[in-house]
């Protein structure tokens, strides 16, 4: 089992930046692809960026490139999401998500921080 714990929401106004870590409970960290995912209100759980294993592929949503960056520090069992440029409509829960080495879906989730942007 692998905990994940985010931190760094919370409100900031449109044009800000936050953010965002996600501290992983195991050594195994390093193996892991993660991802950051959010759910704003009444909507689905959305994908915005992943980050492989060793930090060299990375991807993010389209409403998000050039404005988030998504790395990692394996000797920290962390995973970051500096974002940037915020809008309103980046307002939602953010999700830190594990993909363990093998496994084609992402298993382990962080109880999710709240990001809030005001316009």
């Not at 704003?40 to 060793?54: D, L």
């Not at 974002?83 to 363990?100: F, G, I, R, W």
């Amino acid at each position: 089992q692998v905990q994940l714990v985010e931190s760094g929401g919370g409100l900031v106004q449109a044009g800000g930046s936050l953010s965002l870590s996600c501290a992983a409970s195991r050594r195994s960290f390093s193996s892991y692809v993660m991802g950051w995912f959010r759910q704003a209100p009444g909507k689905e759980r959305e994908f915005v960026a992943t980050i492989s294993a060793s930090g060299g592929s990375i991807t993010y949503a389209e409403s998000v490139k050039g404005r988030f960056t998504i790395s990692r520090d394996n000797a920290k069992s962390t995973v970051y999401l500096q974002m940037n440029s915020l809008k309103p409509e980046d307002t939602a829960v953010y999700y830190c998500a594990a993909q363990p080495a093998g496994w084609s879906d992402y298993i382990y989730w962080g109880q999710g921080t709240q990001v809030t942007v005001s316009s």
